[in-house]
Each structure stands twice: as structure tokens, then as C-alpha cells.
């Protein structure tokens, strides 16, 4: 249960995030500087609190192993970021995060169907295709609405 919570406030700050970032980079007069920034303070604070686990230089060493491939999470949270902060001043919150989270559920369930990037295989379903098109239909009665 406590990390189905977690889940869900994990969520919760996106939209809070898209807004605080949009409006980082209007205050810079650029959407790119506001995502810059806040990756910086992210990375900052991601940084103390590694350094404050006392085993960091281990950690770090061990991906010196890693599949050059792994690393392009960065850019694809750069990616995220950089669209939401232009986005949601564009759109509002609840549409442009609405959108995001229509791609992302899409995007899981077919990484999930095929097992990629070594993930287990859960097959796409009538019910998990309607749990994708009613989250499209919601998003359309917030566009709507």
C-alpha cells in the first residue's frame, strides 16, 4: 500500500513541477533556461543526498560497466521536462499533463507487451487497451470541458 501512495504522490508532483518549470522559464524569458535550471537544482540536491549515503565513489565506479545505452535516461527526462515547461503555459496543466500521461500509460503497457528493455511480458488485453482509451477519453473531456 505504501508504495502504491508513493506512486500516486510521485504523480501528483508532475503537474505542480510542469507549472513551477513553465513559470521558471518565463521568468528567464526561455522555456530551455527554466528546464535547465531545475535539472540543476535537481541534480544538486540528487548529489547531497548520494554524497550523504557515504558509498558514492563505489556506486559511481560500478558504471564504469554499464551498456552505453543505459545513460540516455537523462535525455529522455531532459526531453520530458524541456515539452512540459513549454507546453503547459500553452495548454494548462491538466491537458498537457493529461497528454503526458496518455503517452506514458500507452508507451508502458507496450513496453510490457513486448518484454522490452528486459521487462516481463504482460500481454496487451481488451482490458488493458480500454484502460488506455478511457484515460484518452478523459483527457478529451478535459480538453472538452
Do not use: C
Amino acid at each position: 500500500m505504501l508504495l502504491l501512495l508513493l506512486a500516486v504522490g510521485a504523480g501528483a508532483v508532475l503537474p505542480v513541477q510542469a507549472v513551477v518549470n513553465a513559470r521558471l522559464g518565463q521568468v528567464a524569458g526561455s522555456s530551455l533556461v527554466g528546464t535547465l535550471v531545475s535539472f540543476v537544482v535537481g541534480t544538486v540536491a540528487l548529489g547531497a543526498v548520494v554524497l550523504a549515503q557515504g558509498h558514492a565513489g563505489r556506486e559511481l565506479a560500478a558504471l564504469r560497466q554499464a551498456p552505453p545505452g543505459l545513460f540516455v535516461g537523462g535525455l529522455l527526462g531532459a526531453f520530458y521536462v524541456a515539452v512540459v515547461v513549454a507546453l503547459a503555459p500553452r495548454l494548462g496543466a491538466g491537458l498537457a499533463v493529461g497528454l503526458v500521461v496518455v503517452g506514458q500509460l500507452a508507451a508502458a503497457v507496450a513496453l510490457d507487451h513486448f518484454g522490452a528493455l528486459g521487462l516481463p511480458v504482460h500481454a496487451l488485453t481488451l482490458p488493458r487497451l480500454l484502460g488506455v482509451a478511457l484515460l484518452l477519453a478523459g483527457v478529451w473531456l478535459i480538453k472538452t470541458y
